[in-house]
């Protein structure tokens, strides 16, 4: 009986560690949600970019300091541009269009495991 009370014990820690490291990850997301969040139009529909939009680009470009931050934000784009239907075109021309030399691809066919 106590053997089982320490199993279920057991789990739950696991499970609390394992949703802190979820939310360190979703912190960071929330980052380049919220900054991608005036680009949502363009990049479902095309047009013109809101300066807001390539201001958050550059943000997030200069905060991917590093390469698991360049990965972090490349797989946060990644799950938002499919949950959110982005077209692939207006996604990849977007860092063109703010004049920004991107350091990650905002392509949801990206590996971004591959960035250095
Ligand atoms: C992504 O890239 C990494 C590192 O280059 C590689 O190990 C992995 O197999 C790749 N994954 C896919 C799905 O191509």
Do not use: W
């Not at 541009?81 to 920004?100: E, F, H, M, R, T």
């Amino acid at each position: 009986m106590t053997k089982v009370v320490l199993a279920v014990v057991v789990c739950i820690c696991m499970v609390g560690v394992i949703s802190q490291h979820h939310a360190v990850g979703a912190a960071d997301c929330q980052l380049v949600l919220t900054q991608m969040q005036p680009c949502r139009n363009y990049l479902k529909s095309g047009g013109s970019v809101p300066a807001d939009c390539c201001k958050g680009v550059k943000t997030l470009n200069s905060a991917a300091t590093t390469s698991a931050k360049k990965r972090q934000f490349c797989d946060c784009l990644k799950s938002e541009a499919k949950s959110l239907g982005v077209n692939s075109q207006y996604a990849s021309s977007l860092p063109k269009k703010c004049s920004v030399n991107l350091r990650y691809p905002i392509n949801y066919n990206f590996n971004c495991s591959s960035i250095q």
